[in-house]
C-alpha cells in the first residue's frame, strides 16, 4: 500500500474529530473519504498532510512511518476548494511557483507548465491572471499547480464544491481522466455522493470521527452499512417490514426488514405487480417524478417516461427496479414487530 492509516485519532482537548480511522490507498488510487460537514473528514486530510498532529494511531506511506515527517518533505500536495492561486500572478507563473522554490531550472520549469496546462485543457492560458479566468479553469489552474512537483500524493479539500452544479458535474469528469493520465495517488474529501462517484476508486464514509463502511464504490452503493448510510449516499426512503416485504416480493427478492429505495426504484408500468394512486407529478428534463400512495406499501417516490399520463388521483402500476434499492443488513434501526 501507498499510504496506510492505523486506529489514527485527532483530538482537540476532550474533543475527538477523528476517532480510530484505518485506511488503506494503493499506487495510482483516488480514494474519496465522504462525510457530512463536522464528521472529521476535513482534519483527516490536514492530519495526513501533517498539519495536524496526531493523539494515537500510526500513518505510513509505502511501508515508512510518517510519524516524524514535517509536512514539507512528505511530498504531498495539498488543494483547496478554492484553489488559493495567487492572484498577481499568471497562469503560468502559479503552476510554476514551487518549481521556482525549489531552484529548479528555467528551461525545466517552462516545459513542465508548458506540459501541464496542456494536461488540464489550459494551453495558451500562461500569462492570462487568475481574475479573468472562469471558476472551473481556476480549479484546473490549482491541479495543475498541485501536480507540478509531482507529488507521491495528492490531497483533494472538497475541489468542487465552490462551483455551480453544471460545472461541477462536467469538471469532475476531467479531473478524474486528469488524475488517471498523470497517475496520480489522491486522497479525496466531500460531503457531495455524485463527487464522490464520479472521482474515486474506492469509498470511506464517515460519520462522526469515524469510518462507518469502506470499499469499491459498486460495493459500499449496492450495500450500505446502516440506513444513516443509505441516505446520506442518495438514496431517498427507508421502507421496513411489511412494506419492504412488498416491494422486494413485487422485485422478486426475499422478504427482508428493511430496504432503501432510490426516487427511481419504482417505475410506471402497465403490468408492473404494484398498484398505487398518484399524489404528485412533476416533469423534469429526463423524467416524470411522481409521488404516490402504493397498495401495501405506502407514500414513495416512483417515475414515469417523458409524456407519460399521470396526474393526481390516478391509478397507476409499477415495476419495481431491483438495481435502485438495496437490502439494509438486519440492525439499522428496523423495528422487530415490522419482521
Known amino acids: 500500500m501507498a499510504l496506510s492509516l492505523r486506529d489514527v ?11 480510530g480511522v484505518s485506511l488503506d490507498l494503493a499506487a495510482g488510487q483516488v480514494l474519496a473519504v ?3 460537514s463536522g464528521c472529521g473528514k476535513s482534519t483527516l486530510l490536514r492530519a495526513v498532510a501533517g498539519l495536524e498532529p496526531l493523539s494515537s494511531g500510526s500513518m505510513s506511506w509505502a511501508g515508512e512511518d510518517l510519524g516524524g515527517t514535517p509536512t514539507h518533505k512528505r511530498g504531498f500536495a495539498l488543494m483547496f476548494q478554492d484553489g488559493q492561486l495567487f492572484a498577481h500572478l499568471t497562469v503560468a507563473r502559479n503552476v510554476a511557483y514551487a518549481l521556482r522554490l525549489r531552484r529548479t531550472p528555467s528551461a525545466r520549469v517552462a516545459a513542465r507548465v508548458r506540459g501541464l496546462l496542456a494536461l488540464v485543457g489550459l494551453a495558451g492560458y500562461d500569462d492570462r491572471l487568475p481574475g479573468t479566468l472562469s471558476g472551473g479553469e481556476r480549479q484546473r489552474v490549482a ?23 453544471t460545472l461541477r458535474e462536467r469538471l469532475a469528469g476531467d479531473l478524474r481522466e486528469i488524475l488517471r493520465t498523470a497517475g496520480t495517488t489522491a486522497l479525496l474529501v466531500t460531503h457531495d455522493h455524485e463527487e464522490a462517484f464520479a472521482l474515486a476508486d474506492r469509498l470511506a464514509v464517515m460519520r462522526d470521527g469515524r469510518v462507518v463502511q469502506g470499499g469499491a464504490i459498486d460495493e459500499v452503493w449496492r450495500a450500505p452499512v446502516d440506513e444513516e448510510t443509505a441516505l446520506f449516499l442518495g438514496y431517498a426512503r427507508v421502507l421496513r417490514g411489511h412494506a419492504a416485504a412488498r416491494v422486494l416480493a413485487a422485485g422478486g427478492l426475499p422478504a427482508a426488514p428493511a430496504v432503501a429505495v432510490r426516487r427511481s426504484s419504482l417505475v410506471l408500468d402497465p403490468s408492473g405487480p404494484v398498484e398505487a394512486t398518484v399524489e404528485s407529478a412533476r416533469v423534469t428534463p429526463e423524467q416524470v417524478r411522481l409521488v404516490v400512495v402504493a397498495d401495501g406499501v405506502g ?34 434501526g428496523v423495528d422487530p414487530s415490522l419482521d
Open 299 to 332: 407514500t414513495v417516490d416512483a417515475v414515469a417516461p417523458l409524456g407519460s399520463r399521470a396526474a393526481p388521483g390516478d391509478r397507476v402500476r409499477l415495476g419495481v427496479d431491483v438495481t435502485r434499492l438495496a437490502v439494509l443488513p438486519t440492525g439499522t
Open 9 to 19: 485519532s485527532v483530538r482537540y482537548g476532550d474533543t475527538v474529530a477523528v476517532d
Open 143 to 165: 491541479l495543475a499547480r498541485a501536480l507540478a512537483v509531482e507529488p507521491r500524493l495528492i490531497l483533494l479539500d472538497e475541489p468542487l464544491s465552490a462551483l455551480d452544479k
Open 34 to 36: 465522504l462525510g457530512p
